[in-house]
């Protein structure tokens, strides 16, 4: 899929603080972008001839909502509908690990319908991702 038809945002739960959601924010990009290189622009030159490592090519809108909402969205991308789309979340679960291997042993234990998810990332065809998120408003 051309760059032209593909749209990614972020969507984080408006009522955690600052530092969680900065993070949450971070790690999802991070997975976004190891997902989909395609979507990071080429290293640069300034002026200076001093070299600036490429960034996203295209906005990544950060989007707010809340527990419930994410939730919901979360269940809805599993629906065959979305099956095509990438969707990264990062969870409470997530969080509260020391390391991926703790991560790896906590999730084995934990259902779905148990996890809080701090934010979703989701990249896809832009017509879908409008779909799932084109009502939601920015986080300000």
Avoid: W
Wanted: proline share 4%; hydrophobic share 35%.
């Amino acid at each position: 899929m051309e760059i032209e038809n593909k749209k990614c945002v972020i969507i984080l739960d408006e009522e955690l603080p600052l530092g969680i959601l900065a993070n949450t924010s971070a790690v999802l990009g991070v997975t976004l972008g190891k997902e989909h290189p395609e979507i990071i622009g080429p290293t640069l030159a300034d002026q200076s001839t001093l070299e600036h490592m490429g960034i996203v090519a295209t906005p990544i809108p950060i989007l707010k909502g809340n527990k419930q909402l994410l939730q919901a969205l979360r269940k809805r991308c599993y629906s065959d509908e979305f099956n095509d789309c990438t969707v990264v979340d990062f969870t409470d679960v997530a969080q509260s690990c020391i390391d991926y291997d703790d991560y790896i042993e906590k999730m084995k234990h934990v259902q779905e319908s148990d996890l809080h998810y701090f934010g979703i990332g989701l990249c896809g065809e832009k017509k879908k991702i409008n779909k799932l998120t084109g009502s939601l408003p920015l986080l300000r």
